[in-house]
């Protein structure tokens, strides 16, 4: 068990919705890493927040967004989802926003859109 | 530029054999070359990792090799066991940019 959670598991929703994905960092942890994982294209970095700021942004699309709150939780927010959205969303902690840091993930959501 | 191409894909290994992935880089920037473990149904775990100051880094039956003039690295697991089935990705890091993960290759072992 890294120590870092994520609700729901499972989510199963429809083309044109918008979904809340949920992530709890390890205790002490500042930075929340959202990556996507699909079968064919491994782990695709999407954004990054350290203390409540964002640090680094990647593939992440427009319809996409997150943010961190004052208690370090973060939320992945997706809309207009789009049958290739399904994917493992998984989330990632770690003590600082360094890339030298180890990163602990979460169990993941995945998100299946219909 | 920033790209981790990683290979082979997939790979399935005898038990007891050596399982070896390998993982290539342009971005001479790159300091920190980290791999992860990944278990059906679970998130990336840290496994092992190795900074460019160094050729091979060995924890247990698993070693890093790597070669900062071709720029690439790789992982060898010895004595390959069946509980070592599983994904592995390769990352490449440096202090100014996020972490960049390769495709990842499936590792099967055979009992």
């Known amino acids: 068990d890294s120590g870092v959670t994520q609700t729901p598991k499972h989510l199963i929703t429809a083309t044109g919705q918008r979904v809340t994905l949920r992530c709890s960092p390890r205790?002490?942890?500042?930075?929340v890493y959202w990556y996507q994982q699909s079968l064919d294209q491994g782990l695709q970095f999407l954004i990054q927040?350290?203390?409540?700021?964002?640090?680094a942004k990647g593939n992440i699309l427009e319809r996409f967004s997150a943010q961190q709150f004052p208690d370090l939780h973060s939320e992945l927010n997706l809309s207009s989802l789009e049958l290739g959205d399904s994917a493992l969303y998984f989330c990632?902690?770690?003590?600082?926003?360094?890339?030298?840091?180890?990163?602990?993930f979460g169990p993941g959501t995945r998100l299946t859109v219909l | 530029q920033q790209q981790v191409k990683q290979s082979p894909q997939s790979l399935i290994v005898q038990k007891g054999g050596i399982s070896i992935i390998n993982c290539a880089y342009e971005?001479?920037?790159?300091?920190?070359f980290p791999w992860y473990q990944q278990f059906p149904g679970k998130g990336p775990a840290l496994l092992i990792a190795?900074?460019?100051?160094?050729s091979e880094k060995k924890e247990g039956r698993f070693t890093i090799s790597f070669n900062k003039s071709a720029k690439q690295f790789s992982l060898h697991i010895m004595d390959s066991q069946p509980g070592d089935s599983a994904t592995y990705f390769c990352?490449?890091?440096?202090?100014?940019?996020?972490?960049?993960f390769g495709a990842g290759t499936r590792l099967f072992v055979k009992a």
């Open positions: 990632a902690s770690s003590v600082e926003g360094s890339p030298y840091n180890e990163q602990f």
């Open positions: 205790s002490g942890d500042l930075s």
């Open positions: 927040y350290y203390n409540g700021e964002e640090r």
């Open positions: 971005n001479t920037a790159f300091d920190y």
């Open positions: 190795i900074r460019p100051d160094v």
């Open positions: 990352a490449a890091a440096t202090g100014g940019f996020k972490t960049i």
